[in-house]
């Protein structure tokens, strides 16, 4: 399989024919003289798979629900360049935990998105701070519970307030263990985030939302995360955080700080509509969901459309890209192996027009989708 177009692997490597033989990339030729048949264009581009770190739901599925197809999701997710992914489980009462962590526990099957583990958001949250989170179900940490938690294994991050009472012995033991500890949904001062950081944390959660905003005489957990080098995720959707300070963010963080997230919901993919999450009603009106009462919810962009965006705030397409593919694969200690185009390495790849619109993704070196027409605007 040959794929043509400008390659962000994710550095700008000009235009390229990445060569794909079995599960493997095994060869990134100048495209001086391109193969007939390769999938993409001179005015495409190559990158590697997005990987999406905060997936509540997609496609009517809600994570929160141990019903959730996730191998629906697994395969639709692909119509949008997203190779790899955390379904996300978010506040609820804990004998939903066992069963949840169960049905997300999934084999990779080709073909499919990989499931590289569950990210936890909450249900150690501050109650100031919970946005659409039932607040009947927030609690202070407890280490039994999550203990119980890594019993089911696939845990790779946690989202949890740092200023709640035992969250310091939950950090210590998560970060020991190798799962990231996230810090979000959180009322903390800047020293009590940083007093989290120097315990393991290592993300912040959807930078701005769940948390005070950023004061000049009180930073808080914002200006913490502004400030430090603590990666941070964020939604790129135009609405939960304004466009100006997405392009502030990324003129402040490092470029390997920044990691884009849908933060999907069940209506994502979906009509607009009225859905849930965690047994919460939302309303989706396609590009965010909202609860009843106007709370702002989580996303319903696309993560390459978020990708569009932030390149549309004049961020580098290879910088953007960096922060939807290598960024959380190093996060997640996946570098070695996930989010950047190599030869040798897994063939994880996505093609995308000139609008950052999908033409075709490959997992493991296998044509996952392609889009029904190849025909798309020119570059530039």
Sequence with gaps: MHLLGQLFA????????????????????????????????PDAAI??????????????????????????????????????FLPTIITSEPAAYGPCLENVNVT????????????????????????????????????V???????????????????????????????????????????????????????GASLGTHLFNAMPPLLHRAPGLAGFLLAGHTSVSLICDGVHVAPEVVALVARIKAPDEL???????????????????????????????????????????PLNRALKNLVGLGVAPAAAVQAATAN???????GDSSGRVEVGRPADLVVVDSDWEVIATIVGGALGYERSSRSRPKRG
Excluded: M
Excluded at 53 to 64: C, E, L, P
Excluded at 328 to 334: E, M, R, S, T, V
């Design 10 to 41: 994710p550095e700008d490597r000009g235009l390229a024919v990445v060569t794909v033989e079995g599960d493997r990339v095994t060869a990134i030729d100048v495209a001086s003289d391109p193969p007939s048949g390769a999938i993409g264009g």
């Design 259 to 301: 990691v884009l997230i849908t933060d999907a919901l069940a209506g994502f993919g979906e009509p607009i509509g009225r859905y849930e999450l965690a047994g919460i009603e939302f309303v989706s009106d396609g590009v965010v969901g909202r609860l009843p009462d106007g709370t702002l919810s989580g996303s319903l962009l």
């Design 108 to 143: 990779w099957t080709p073909g499919t998105a990989r499931v590289l583990g569950v990210h936890i958001e909450g249900p150690f949250l501050n109650p100031k701070r919970t946005g659409t989170h039932n607040k009947a179900w927030v609690r202070p940490p407890d280490l």
């Design 47 to 84: 990158l590697p798979g997005l990987i999406d770190i905060q997936v509540n739901g997609a496609y009517r599925q809600d994570f929160s629900d141990p019903s959730a197809d996730v191998a629906l999701v697994s395969r639709r997710l692909l119509e949008y360049g997203v190779t790899a």
């Design 145 to 199: 519970e999550v203990q119980g938690w890594l019993e089911h294994g696939g845990v790779r991050i946690v989202t949890l307030a740092p200023e709640l009472p035992g969250a310091d012995g939950v950090i210590r033991y998560l970060t020991d263990r190798g799962v990231v500890v996230s810090l979000g949904h959180s009322d903390a001062t800047y020293s009590e985030a940083a007093a989290g950081a120097a315990l």
């Design 328 to 334: 959380p694969a190093k996060l997640l200690g996946l």
